[in-house]
């Protein structure tokens, strides 16, 4: 059966659209766009104290017959000759998440405005109860805020709605005007990468099978200094990369490993990314049951969209370390020559491993994966000095922390140190587990090194032994994003579809990146 494709559709539209950020010294911001149409101002209020003073007359009374009440969130449209927003900070804004969160709630309220202007000088100066953030800082997350509200992929759709985001200003005092400009530019990049990241994983499967993944990345690494090197079946089966052969057998779409590398002049560290690139997940001989979950298989691939997304960031953020991806990609079907309950495969390396679960996947391909990366001596001769694995790996995440924040799991207290700064200065939520060696006895096989399942419970900590078993003791942190991966619907600057979680928590994680000692640590 032959289906329609247009062969010119673009599985990364965001890169197509900018928007263009300035900013200005505040006193000036009020005549921006004057007489501009599709142009929208906001006005932060707190819950108490004075209203902003462009409101004129307007009572906290009349705001409160009307519903607002300045609670954090919250948001009221003033229609007139100037669309004004009354955004609510609570109690006002104390981080940059706190700010961020704001811009996203105005920019959804304004969704007919091409163009949006915000005063952040009372945010950096420390008023309307605010901490007093850096400019930088302040500048950094509501620029984020306003891209990621806005993103909204309809690529498929044949009379989309959304208005893009032409512009955004943003108002600081005078002194603070350089650092602010700063701050956009980074956010600008963060946003980008998040956005490509959204991108690939909404676009649904047969639009991007293994092999077009491949191809779309070529493509578009050259223009972010990226090399790329891709691995078909023949190379696959030559480099005995089991796991990943394994969990494609039953597919008719060709397996794909793609190795990205980053290599900035006189690299300071070699980190490791490894993504799983499961471009849509049936269960295999394990099928899922077919309900509306079944239709966001498709963001199975999250892992090794955000790692590529993130490593498009790598060179505008100025990195300085060599950064690899192994981003192991294939569906997982059901077919006459699937992978069966109680076949072995041989991961490369030579270690095996009993299939007890065919739904449990993502965890036979990484193994590939990162043992490939231990076996990497490209810089200084040496193997990584960190390796970071990221995959929408179980519903056990999701059921232990729900739908905002991931799991993280880690043989290293510096990496894991790393990586939960970089959550914190995203706001994409991580929460370390242990890595409790005592649960390993669950992944023994009779036939085989081990089983890629172990018993009921634990299934996060089993999942992450079952890795840790394949990177040979280097440092090495998991991220297992399978609650994270989807909003179901718009929530602040998550968009509804793909969140793209993992693309700017690993660009700014690479970006800062310090190799440790490398100490092991065992939960």
């Not at 759709?157 to 108002?171: E, F, I, N, Q, W």
């Not at 057998?249 to 690299?267: F, H, N, Q, T």
């Not at 491993?353 to 449990?360: I, M, Q, R, S, Y």
């Amino acid at each position: 059966m032959s289906v329609v494709i247009d062969p010119a559709f673009d599985p990364v539209p965001s890169l197509a659209h900018n928007t263009e950020v300035q900013v200005v010294a505040s006193p000036g911001l009020e005549g921006v766009g004057a007489g501009a149409d599709a142009l929208a101002i906001a006005r932060l209020a707190t819950e108490e104290g004075e209203l902003p003073s462009e409101l004129g007359g307007v009572t906290r009374e009349a705001l409160a017959a009307a519903g607002f009440t300045g609670g954090r969130g919250q948001t009221l449209v003033l229609p007139g000759e100037r669309l004004q927003v009354l955004v609510g900070i609570g109690s006002g804004i104390a981080t940059a998440a706190h700010l961020r969160d704001a811009v996203a709630a105005f920019t959804r309220a304004a969704r007919e405005a091409a163009q949006l202007v915000i005063d952040l000088s009372g945010v950096v100066s420390g008023g309307a109860g605010s901490a007093g953030l850096e400019p930088f800082d302040a500048a950094l997350a509501a620029t984020e805020g306003a891209v990621l509200a806005r993103y909204r992929y309809d690529a498929l759709k044949g009379d989309p709605h959304t208005v893009a985001l032409r512009s955004l200003t943003l108002g600081v005092p005078e002194s603070d005007v350089d650092s602010a400009h700063e701050g956009v530019e980074r956010g600008l990049i963060l946003a980008r990468s998040a956005s490509i990241a959204r991108d690939l994983a909404n676009t649904p499967p047969r639009h991007l099978s293994a092999e077009k993944f491949a191809t779309v990345i070529e493509g578009l690494a050259p223009q972010f200094g990226l090399e790329v090197e891709v691995f078909d079946r023949q190379q696959l089966i030559e480099l005995g990369a089991g796991g990943l052969l394994g969990v494609n057998a039953g597919s008719v779409e060709e397996p794909r490993m793609i190795k990205i590398s980053y290599r900035p002049a006189d690299p300071e560290g070699h980190l490791a990314l490894i993504g799983k690139g499961i471009m849509y997940d049936s269960g295999g001989i394990s099928l899922k049951p077919s309900n509306a979950m079944h239709a966001a298989m498709k963001f199975d691939m999250m892992g090794a969209g955000s790692v590529f997304s993130s490593m498009t960031a790598l060179r505008d953020l100025g990195a300085k370390t060599a950064v690899t991806g192994w981003l192991m990609c294939t569906d997982n079907m059901p077919s006459g020559s699937a992978t069966k309950l109680g076949d072995v495969l041989t991961i490369r390396g030579g270690k095996t491993v009993e299939v007890k679960n065919t739904d449990a996947e993502g965890r036979l391909v990484m193994a590939d994966g990162l043992v490939l990366a231990t076996e990497d001596l490209t810089i200084g001769e040496r193997r990584p000095d960190a390796i970071v694995d990221i995959a929408t790996l179980t519903g056990a995440a999701m059921a232990a922390l729900g739908t905002r924040t991931a799991a993280m799991l880690a043989n290293d207290d510096e990496v894991a140190a790393q990586l939960q700064v970089a959550a914190d200065a995203t706001d994409e939520n991580i929460w370390r587990f242990p890595l409790d060696h005592r649960y390993r006895e669950q992944l023994k096989s009779n036939v085989a090194d081990l089983s890629n399942i172990g018993g009921q419970y634990a299934g996060v900590i089993l999942a992450a032994l079952f890795l840790n078993e394949f990177v040979d003791g280097t440092p090495w942190g998991h991220l297992d994003i399978a609650g994270t991966m989807q909003a179901e619907s718009d929530d602040l600057w998550r968009s509804v579809g793909s969140t793209g979680f993992g693309a700017r928590l690993l660009a700014e994680y690479a970006t800062n990146f310090a190799p440790s000692a490398g100490a092991r640590t065992e939960e």
